[in-house]
């Protein structure tokens, strides 16, 4: 608690209330999206999904703006990057937020294992002010590792050989190389990064999709992995980094054009030379300590239990985080279908779930 003394009561109290009100929007989100588990249509999913998110959030005391939302690569509808959220009543704290109503719409869509609502949110002194960055919403190449390895003589480095991190890694964690696990994402594009990571014999941890539970996991104590490797979405690169503030750990980021088309877009809206090759660090994504992230499992993952139904009860497994005080907090809730309703963005009122 000692971050807390010289921050205003009424700061922290917003960061409190802020904590709750995400979670009661992710576990909407889930909710909402329970009956497309497995169905096989990821569109429909998403629409559930950010349908019950935006709802929940514009009933928010808050002045809010999305910097990071479901992105053009997506094809699927969803809270975009500069929509208002939120009641923007005078008075009322301004907020940037950053979201992904579902994080692995594909994995929800087949009933697999890893998919989580997610967002977070940075109070700021005004509209203009963006404390989770508005980075390009395409590619990013990403490591990401735990407070131990950010501590300390020496820093992992984007682009650097994988066996040099991987050394560095190990080191910093008292492990052999080869007693390491890497988690990356299953893709073509990651062939020659698996080959790699084995030729030091370093373990591998594939998963599917749903890359920001991926990138929060060697924060996470007890999730048995040690870095993650790879390519993913910069939308879920901004979520990972600000659930990675509230942990004391490290991303680091850099756009990733596909091909040419991509990059020509990104030269028109002013990422040439080095802007296109910056590397975002931890705190070029998240800015500061007023960082709430929240999350809520829609199908079983490495951090949170999925949606369950049980006769005419559901129940919810969410985790919170706050930057400021690194507080990590579980949250399991019950939901009596006969009585929960739901607030949909695109309704006048509460319908039932």
């Given at each position: ?17 802020l ?27 998403d ?25 053009i ?22 907020v ?9 719409t ?27 960055a ?14 131990r390895?950010?501590?300390?003589t ?46 030091t ?133 019950f939901?009596?279908?006969t ?15």
């Open positions: 608690m000692q971050n807390d003394v010289s921050i205003p009561s009424g700061e922290l109290e917003l960061e409190k209330l904590g709750l009100d995400l979670i009661r929007a992710c576990e909407a989100a889930a909710l909402n999206t329970f009956r497309w588990i497995g169905k096989g249509e990821k569109e429909s999913a629409a559930a999904a950010t349908d019950a998110i935006r709802g929940m959030l514009n009933t928010m005391d808050m002045c809010a703006t999305c910097s990071i939302g479901e992105g690569k997506d094809k699927a509808p969803g809270i975009f990057v500069g929509e208002k959220l939120g009641l923007w009543r005078d008075g009322s704290a301004y940037s937020i950053a979201l992904d109503p579902i994080d692995g594909t994995l929800t869509s087949k009933g697999l294992a890893g998919a989580l609502s997610v967002i977070a949110a940075a109070t700021t002194n005004g509209p203009g002010e963006r404390a989770l508005a980075v390009p919403s395409v590619y990013m190449e990403k490591i990401a590792v735990g407070p390895v950010r501590e300390g020496g820093t992992i480095r984007l682009g650097a050989p994988v066996d040099q991190n991987l050394e560095l890694i190990a080191l910093k964690l008292g492990k052999r190389v080869r007693d390491l696990v890497v988690c990356v994402l299953d893709r073509p594009r990651h062939d020659a990064l698996v080959r790699d990571i084995r030729r014999g370093a373990a591998i941890r594939m998963i599917g999709d749903g890359d920001v539970a991926g990138a929060i996991a060697p924060s996470m104590p007890e999730s048995g992995v040690d870095v993650y490797m790879g390519i993913g979405g910069s939308p879920e690169a901004v979520l990972a980094a600000a659930a990675i503030k509230c942990l004391g750990g490290e991303i680091q980021a850099r756009i990733w054009p596909r091909d040419d088309a991509e990059l020509k877009s990104l030269a028109a809206a002013g990422y040439v030379g080095e802007s296109l090759r910056k590397t975002y660090t931890t705190e070029d994504m998240a800015r500061g300590d007023g960082i709430v992230f929240a999350a809520t499992g829609i199908t079983d993952n490495a951090m949170l239990r999925g949606v369950t139904v049980s006769g005419h009860t559901a129940s919810t497994h969410s985790i919170v985080m706050r930057a400021r005080s690194r507080t990590v907090r579980y949250v399991r809730a939901h009596d279908l009585r929960k309703t739901i607030r949909l963005g695109s309704e006048a009122g509460d319908q039932p779930v």
